[in-house]
């Protein structure tokens, strides 16, 4: 069985350069381990094996990614770096961008991110090596690499993968409304749920769905781990559940107000009147009979 030689090719199809200076430092600081994949990097697409790629996928660059992929080596592999390149990210709508990448090629590994860490970059790249062993003898061995994430953890103030608190979210959808890159999708269902769900390929890690909370619900976590297999681009997504009540005076469902909410709202009174089950309309009715009765 012959050595597999990944060797390394990087292309930009509009790209801010976010993606491309986080891989530039990937490549060459020795504690990111991509040495020990046995990687070359090289200068003309015709020697590549793996194919690396940054970027939304312009209307400009279309022709220049076709025409590269026409040279590769094959069996090869396409590694995506960014959520750009995943989903188009914030540009997903704009009339200058043809992609995501996968309209015109099968990617392998998506590293989603804005931009996403070294560590991340490695762990995808190194995923990537594994597909192409796979591609051209049918298994893979381990990678050394498979270890960095043992020995690091990101700093507290790091804004990773984001997450929510169901008890503290009342599905006021200023999160989806907020969101720059459309990664945030709540919906209701016939049996009384809203369903949050956050996409993880798309999100660009702004925190503007954080900041904008009004009851803190959704949240930054300081988890960096985004690579995943082309098979997993569509199931790496965070749901949550949040559920209606029935009003004790007139029985119609309703929203309740968080705990969050109440926190924010009566910080120095104890709320538990306030909690409970009555909607809305019919706490209005009562404190009016309340006041004027």
Not at 7 to 29: H, M, P, Q, W, Y
């Amino acid at each position: 069985m012959s050595k597999v030689i990944p060797k390394l090719f990087r292309i930009n199809t509009g790209s801010c350069n976010g993606c491309d200076v986080e891989f530039v430092a990937t490549a060459f600081v020795d504690k990111f381990q991509l040495d020990t994949l046995g990687i070359e990097l090289v200068s003309d697409v015709k020697d590549a094996n793996l194919l690396v790629i940054t970027g939304p996928l312009s209307a400009r660059s279309e022709s220049f990614l076709k025409n590269a992929l026409g040279k590769l080596k094959k069996p090869f592999v396409v590694v995506g770096i960014g959520t750009c390149s995943v989903s188009c990210g914030i540009f997903r709508d704009s009339y200058a961008i043809n992609g995501p990448i996968d309209k015109f090629v099968e990617v392998d590994v998506n590293i989603a991110g804005c931009p996403p860490r070294p560590q991340s970059i490695a762990e995808g790249i190194a995923k990537g090596v594994k597909v192409l062993e796979q591609k051209m003898h049918g298994e893979a061995t381990p990678k050394a690499i498979d270890t960095i994430f043992k020995d690091f953890s990101a700093p507290e103030s790091f804004r990773g993968r984001m997450s929510l608190n169901e008890e503290n979210c009342t599905a006021c959808r200023t999160c989806e409304t907020v969101c720059p890159s459309n990664a945030i999708e709540i919906s209701s269902t016939d049996d009384g749920w809203f369903v949050h769900k956050i996409w993880h390929n798309s999100c660009c890690f702004c925190g503007n769905c954080a900041y904008f909370c009004p009851t803190d619900a959704i949240f930054a976590t300081n988890s960096f781990d985004t690579a995943k297999l082309q098979s997993e681009k569509f199931s790496d997504v965070n749901i949550g559940y949040i559920d209606y009540q029935k009003c004790s005076c007139c029985g119609e469902m309703y929203m309740p107000p968080s705990q969050g909410l109440l926190n924010k709202s009566y910080i120095y009174n104890n709320v538990s009147k306030l909690n409970e089950r009555i909607c809305s309309k019919c706490r209005k009715e009562a404190n009016f009979k309340r006041m004027y009765a």
